[in-house]
């Protein structure tokens, strides 16, 4: 079998991964399971949703080969994601056989956080360098109605364990929805700096299973601004390279004196109004292994069936390649004849 990574020869792409737009995808999220633990409002219906098959799932083995296959082709940061990625056994092994390859990618994890106290320890120990934890309220009656679930305690739980394990900085998700949780942002914000997490908030995207978003339900990065600044001094540092948030930096706010982390910031993600699909380095790979170049795609690339097939490294990295020259410039969310992909955000990766 050619091996990508030992023979430079055979890849025309040895530059990266470029698409005909001049990008360069450098980040890639894996899914591991299509599976929840929960059943937030905004995601998926109460009843769940048609999971797939096991025999369609990709294998940790057929996980690694990929891996291997976009480190060679130059990402160089790997995310992983689901549905709820800890519902899948054995992670933590997974996350070090990720670690072990060559040139070794960073390793994050995006989760509900229902099982993280158990195992944030041997995650960190395996390798994982950063974690994004979802949590959408502080109020256990409201967090029991937005996930179907009352397991506020565990996401708690499993934040304090992210952090005792060393991963800095402990990074926390939330969608906003204007008669839930809005009005509760600066209290999330507020209680975040006190424990020393990073706030983000992110606008919600029609990706939802039940196709109930809309327009004017959204709550806009703007709106998110205009109810923290009665609270709290923000200063713009603008954004991060390839990096979806626009970051602030908290000068000042309620309980300022017993706020814990020396960098006190807040990011907001507007990937519906403010788009940043010109500075997208990432690539997704469904938990069926279907490879897509954008949350929003239409096209798939059936990376599983290529490889069960018995393709050679070097063919499984010309289809990257390939579908990764033709990503599309953006999601188009805003354009009129937009039209939500059929997976929702659960089955994608997010
Ligand atoms: N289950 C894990 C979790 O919740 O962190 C990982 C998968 S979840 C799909 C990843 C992130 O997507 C979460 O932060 C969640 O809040 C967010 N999300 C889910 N549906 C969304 C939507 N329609 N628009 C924007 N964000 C969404
Ligand atoms: Fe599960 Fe994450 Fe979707 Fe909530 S947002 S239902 S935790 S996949």
């Known amino acids: 079998m050619t091996s990508v990574a030992s023979d430079p020869t055979v890849s025309p792409w040895v530059g990266g991964l470029l698409d005909s737009f001049g990008r360069k995808a450098e980040d890639l999220r894996i899914s591991l399971t299509d599976k929840c633990s929960l059943r937030c409002t905004y995601c998926m219906p109460a009843e769940g949703l048609q999971w797939l098959a096991k025999d369609r799932v990709l294998s940790d083995e057929e996980i690694v080969r990929l891996a291997s296959i976009f480190v060679a082709l130059g990402v160089n940061s790997i995310r992983l994601t689901g549905g709820e990625p800890l519902v899948r056994p054995g992670v933590a092994e997974l996350v070090a056989r990720l670690s072990a390859l060559d040139p070794r990618p960073e390793l994050s994890l995006t989760t509900n956080a229902l099982s993280l106290a158990d195992k944030a320890a041997a995650l960190v120990s395996a390798g994982l360098d950063r974690v994004n934890v ?120 309620p309980g300022r004196a017993e706020w814990a982390a020396d960098q006190h910031r807040v990011g907001i993600i507007a990937s519906v109004t403010r788009p940043f699909c010109r500075d997208c380095d990432r690539l997704r790979l469904t938990a069926d292994g279907q490879l897509r170049t954008c949350l929003f795609a239409h096209r798939e690339t059936d990376l599983r069936g290529a490889l069960r097939a018995g393709a050679s490294d070097d063919e499984l990295a010309r289809m990257i390649a390939t579908a990764v020259s033709a990503k599309a410039a953006g999601h188009a969310i805003s354009a009129p004849g937009f039209r939500q992909p059929d997976r929702p955000m659960s089955a994608i990766g997010g």
């Open 134 to 253: 979802s949590l959408d309220t502080l109020d256990r009656a409201r967090f029991a109605e937005l996930t179907r679930r009352d397991r506020l305690d565990d996401v708690i739980a499993g934040l304090h364990a992210a952090a005792a394990a060393g991963l800095n900085p402990v990074k926390i998700n939330a969608v906003l929805m204007r008669e839930i949780n809005l009005a509760e942002a600066p209290e999330l914000l507020e209680w975040a700096l006190r424990a020393g997490f990073e706030m983000r908030f992110i606008e919600h995207m029609p990706l939802d299973a039940q196709h109930a978003w809309t327009r004017a339900d959204m709550v806009t990065a703007e709106e998110v601004l205009t109810v923290l600044e009665p609270r709290f001094t923000l200063r713009p540092i603008g954004h991060i390279a390839n990096a979806p948030a626009e970051e602030f930096e908290v000068l000042d706010g």
